[in-house]
């Protein structure tokens, strides 16, 4: 598979219980070359996770606000957005 790069997967959300579940099985899962966590607090892998499954783990703290305009420059550049916060974002 050279020269193919997976796709992003992108969790809005990911500090809380369920946002915490997508991430570790978004990591688990090959399909995805990155996992990315925007929240307000930072996102952790599960224990005893590899670490070259963990480094997948990009981190991305942000404010409400700050997520609303970040997100305008991502939705083009990612495969799967999971939502786990109670706010809309589109």
């Given at each position: 598979?050279s020269g193919l790069e ?39 892998a599960q224990e005893g ?21 970040f997100w305008g420059d ?17």
């Open positions: 598979m997976f796709p992003k997967a992108v969790v809005v959300g990911g500090t809380g219980a369920v946002g915490s579940q997508v991430i570790n099985h978004l990591l688990k899962c090959k399909r995805w070359s990155r996992v990315v966590a925007i929240g307000r607090r930072p996102a952790v996770l590899p670490e070259e499954v963990k480094a997948r783990l990009e981190q991305v703290r942000l404010t409400r606000a700050e997520m609303l305009l991502w939705k083009s550049k990612v495969k799967a957005v999971v939502q786990c916060i109670n706010f809309c974002i589109t």
